[in-house]
């Protein structure tokens, strides 16, 4: 008796098993089936004429035999055939009315077939079942990818660092995704973005990243409600991780400041992705689709004379006083390189060695022009009378948008200040 009940124990193993892995019932029991199915399949050359029903609720299986009833002596192959005797007086399902031709079903006792076939369905659930597991893992993290996780420090390697994560799956830190100041011990925890996922060989390889844009997005959906409702988009992000970044943001809202918010107050919610960063600089800045203005942005705390533009190639040539330069390029290039990276822009600084002392800011002629225009100058990057008057006709008229007879009375107005 105990032979016979060793399927079912089996079978309760793997529902439990199931259970805690997550595989949903229907594909357990289609699993179950198909490796019965290929246990009999190799135990009598064919399962074409078994059926095998699974009851889930029981917890067992019942597996039955179509035998075609001949006549007695013609037995030809008697894993699809029975004798008409044989089916008539069948100890286990006797059949007294059958007749040549018909089906008749036998019952199987799995169990009866011995200690190898069940060991050898147990091996055939093992592994179908492990890949159930690996296939959902790769689903699971593959529609992840680019979103936040935590994960303990398990084990260090030299070149990357195992994580594990509350369900105990596998995540890999590779060193040059690590911010160069991150150290860990094992136990450590770790937050970080799913970078990667790939099933190669149906072996589910996921990697992780520090140093990613899109870490830093996270970080900031997580520490600022208003960009996780929606409220404030975040337009781009240039990093150099462990040393500084650039965030350019936008609000949907008129009321809502989205620096300020991203900010917080006495720096509340940018402190906290600052520390998580080792320590790396966030500059937060507003986004325009003015690319003289968001250059100028980008280039902050520098202040700018002038820009010109050439969209064909995406290249910014920047004009600024000599004691502006260095705040432009910044620490090691820090500041031109995240501007570059933030605006698309291939930005080149000039020393603006034309301007001199007599040069004036375009606010010393708001008695003379409208206070509108000058902003629209200043927003193409246009700060003094001289910037404007080495800036051609054309450009004037089309990115600053006013009319070639008001773009006329500018410079007349500018060009008089330095005749005079």
């Not at 289609?30 to 064919?46: D, H, W």
């Not at 095998?52 to 192959?77: F, H, S, T, W």
């Not at 960009?227 to 350019?248: C, F, N, Q, T």
Request: aromatic letters at 6%; charged letters at 35%; proline letters at 5%.
């Amino acid at each position: 008796m105990a032979k016979k009940e060793e399927p079912i124990d089996m079978v309760d193993r793997f529902s439990e098993f199931k259970e805690l892995k997550s595989i949903d019932k229907t594909t357990m029991i289609s699993v179950l089936e198909e490796s019965f199915r290929s246990v009999l399949a190799k135990m009598f050359g064919t399962d074409e004429n078994f059926d095998v029903i699974m009851n889930p609720d029981k917890g067992d299986c019942e597996i039955y035999q179509n035998l075609v009833v001949v006549p007695d002596g013609e037995v030809e192959d008697p894993n699809k055939q029975i004798s008409l005797s044989d089916a008539h007086n069948d100890p286990e399902d006797p059949d007294p009315d059958c007749e040549v031709g018909e089906e008749h079903i036998k019952r199987i006792e799995f169990a009866k077939f011995g200690r190898r076939a069940i060991l050898n369905l147990r091996q055939t659930l093992a592994s179908k079942i492990l890949d159930l597991q690996k296939d959902a893992i790769y689903t699971k993290f593959k529609e992840m990818e680019g979103e936040l996780v935590t994960g303990e420090v398990y084990q260090l390697w030299k070149k990357e660092i195992l994580l594990l994560d509350d369900d105990k799956n596998e995540l890999l830190l590779p060193r040059e995704q690590q911010i160069p100041t991150d150290f860990y011990r094992k136990g450590d925890t770790v937050r970080a973005v799913i970078e990667t996922v790939d099933n190669k060989n149906n072996n589910p390889k996921i990697l992780v990243s520090r140093t990613s844009e899109n870490f830093l997005r996270r970080l900031f959906e997580l520490e600022v409600p208003e960009i996780h409702d929606g409220l404030i988009l975040i337009r781009a992000v240039a990093r150099i991780p462990g040393e500084r970044a650039k965030i350019a943001v936008e609000s949907y809202d008129d009321r809502i400041d989205p620096v300020g918010a991203c900010v917080g107050v006495k720096g509340a919610r940018i402190h906290g992705i600052v520390r998580e960063l080792r320590n790396e600089n966030i500059d937060v800045i507003p986004y325009t689709t003015n690319p003289q203005l968001f250059i100028q942005r980008a280039l902050s705390p520098a202040k700018i004379s002038s820009i010109r533009l050439s969209e064909e190639d995406k290249r910014a040539e920047v004009f600024l006083r000599p004691e502006e330069v260095s705040l432009a390029i910044g620490k090691g290039g820090l500041n031109i390189k995240l501007a570059s990276m933030l605006t698309g822009y291939v930005i080149d600084v000039y020393r603006n060695l034309e301007e001199t002392e007599d040069d004036i800011y375009l606010d010393e002629f708001k008695d003379e022009i409208e206070p509108w225009i000058i902003e629209a100058l200043k927003n193409m990057g246009c700060a003094t009378a001289k910037s404007v008057l080495s800036t051609p006709r054309e450009q004037l008229i089309e990115k600053a948008d006013l009319e070639e007879d008001t773009v006329d009375e500018i410079l007349n107005v500018l060009r008089s200040e330095f005749e005079d």
